[in-house]
């Protein structure tokens, strides 16, 4: 794609960036073939191609966004499927972000629309303030129909009906290995995971534990920023990024930590990119240390050795988009699963967004409801009794619109090693 960017323009890192981006782009539009909101919408410029003319225009004119801009964009889910299927590997992503961030900035949005956005950054990060919110949602859920605007009763819709008790395995401490040590990993706890389903670190904890590794919730850790990054707020990001750096890091610099371990794949998308985020700050050899040894959950323990076991159950495996396309981990979830025992089966069109994407089914819920069905659909085609997820914002999307249990992959690799049975799969039957 052919650019006019000034000298000027260009002397700004991000606008070389973009530039680079831009530019390795064919208009071949193979990306459309993959795009979900393509595919819902039918709008060109609801597409990755449509998308990246109208971030050129914006970024080229150096003029504030305008309202149809902000549309479109607004509209990505930044599922990346477009970067799974590009022939020329345009980074889309961190075009996007770009994009994202200069809205941020020159952009002013209606007066409800920045009322949601600042609420949902000052709760769903904290799990304190998300837990209250989620009390206070359930006692609003009656008055749905009262709230003046779709995305209030989205919010209502989507939280869950039962609120965990805060798990103490959250707190800052050390889990010794059972038997010998193999590995000393840090576990990133996030942040809306612990106040939606506390079970999941739980059994990470258990299972990694079990298989030789020393696991350290480290002081200081919080957010990794992704929520934020995603509505464009920069700064915002970057400190709840370099807060994770810098917990990490004193665990590297005190007794060494062989990875960092990540349970929720939007999480590890961002944590993964931390030192490009940092490239250009005092930070950057930190970050990418840490961006280094940052592992999904999956990637970890197909390192190390899970026992073969015999589990009688057909599960339903959702590849979420932050794993197979931000991480391009496709095959470890299901050959654990498998090695496990358990029967694994996929959906059809699998590479396609479920719809949850961070604040995205809360922001957009008529589109996000669209692709929340067509994925339920094509899942419950496959007649599992079990839903697996590597992500909490899919899980919670998923169980919305299904009655078969969703689950996280690490808590059926628990139980199958070992641990209990996860309480999400109800009692088990009776025998005559």
């Given at each position: 794609?052919?650019?006019?960017?000034?000298?000027?323009?260009?002397?700004?890192?991000?606008?070389a960036e973009a530039n680079d981006i831009l530019r390795a782009c064919v208009h071949c539009g193979m990306c459309t073939a993959t795009c979900p909101t393509y595919q819902v919408l039918g709008d060109e410029l609801d597409s990755p191609r449509g998308r990246i003319y109208l971030i050129k225009d914006m970024l080229e004119s150096g003029r504030p966004a305008d309202e149809r801009t902000v549309?479109?964009?607004?509209?990505?889910?930044?599922?990346?499927?477009?970067?799974?299927?590009?022939?020329?590997?345009?980074?889309?992503?961190?075009?996007?972000?770009?994009?994202?961030?200069?809205?941020?900035?020159?952009?002013?949005?209606?007066?409800?629309?920045?009322?949601?956005?600042?609420?949902?950054?000052?709760?769903?990060?904290?799990?304190?303030?998300?837990?209250?919110?989620?009390?206070?949602?359930?006692?609003?859920?009656?008055?749905?129909?009262?709230?003046?605007?779709?995305?209030?009763?989205?919010?209502?819709?989507?939280?869950?009906?039962?609120?965990?008790?805060?798990?103490?395995?959250?707190?800052?401490?050390?889990?010794?290995?059972?038997?010998?040590?193999?590995?000393?990993?840090?576990?990133?706890?996030?942040?809306?995971?612990?106040?939606?389903?506390?079970?999941?670190?739980?059994?990470?904890?258990?299972?990694?534990?079990?298989?030789?590794?020393?696991?350290?919730?480290?002081?200081?850790?919080?957010?990794?920023?992704?929520?934020?990054?995603?509505?464009?707020?920069?700064?915002?990001?970057?400190?709840?990024?370099?807060?994770?750096?810098?917990?990490?890091?004193?665990?590297?610099?005190?007794?060494?930590?062989?990875?960092?371990v990540i349970n929720t794949s939007g999480c590890g998308t961002t944590v993964k990119d931390y030192g490009h985020m940092f490239r250009l700050d005092a930070l950057a050899d930190d970050a990418a240390r840490v961006s280094g040894l940052a592992m999904d959950v999956t990637e970890l323990l197909a390192r190390l050795d899970l026992p073969e076991g015999d589990m009688d159950m057909r599960v339903a495996y959702h590849a979420a988009c932050s794993l197979q396309h931000g991480q391009k981990i496709t095959d470890h979830p299901k050959a654990l699963l498998r090695r496990a025992g358990f029967e694994v089966v996929e959906p059809a069109d699998s590479h396609l967004c479920c719809g949850s994407a961070g604040t995205y089914n809360l922001m957009q819920p008529e589109i996000s409801a669209e692709l929340k069905a067509r994925k339920v659909a094509t899942l419950e085609a496959r007649a599992a009794e079990v839903i697996a997820a590597g992500n909490i914002g899919c899980m919670i999307q998923i169980g919305s619109g299904t009655g078969t249990p969703v689950v996280h992959t690490v808590e059926l690799l628990d139980w199958a090693t070992g641990g209990p049975r996860p309480e999400k799969l109800g009692p088990v039957a009776s025998v005559p």
């Open positions: 794609m052919q650019t006019f960017f000034t000298e000027s323009q260009l002397a700004e890192p991000g606008i549309r479109h964009i607004d509209r990505c889910l930044s599922c990346l499927a477009c970067m799974t299927t590009c022939p020329s590997g345009v980074d889309y992503m961190h075009l996007v972000d770009h994009a994202r961030a200069h809205i941020e900035k020159t952009y002013r949005r209606p007066v409800m629309d920045r009322t949601l956005r600042w609420v949902l950054a000052r709760i769903l990060p904290y799990p304190g303030r998300f837990r209250l919110a989620l009390l206070a949602a359930k006692v609003g859920r009656p008055f749905k129909g009262l709230m003046p605007d779709k995305r209030l009763r989205a919010m209502l819709d989507m939280a869950p009906k039962a609120i965990p008790p805060v798990s103490r395995n959250d707190d800052p401490q050390v889990f010794a290995a059972e038997g010998e040590r193999k590995m000393r990993v840090a576990l990133m706890t996030g942040c809306a995971q612990k106040a939606l389903d506390t079970d999941i670190n739980d059994a990470t904890i258990r299972l990694l534990t079990r298989l030789g590794c020393e696991v350290v919730i480290a002081r200081g850790m919080g957010c990794c920023g992704a929520l934020v990054h995603h509505m464009g707020k920069e700064d915002e990001a970057h400190r709840a990024a370099a807060r994770n750096i810098r917990a990490w890091m004193a665990e590297i610099g005190g007794e060494g930590l062989d990875a960092i």
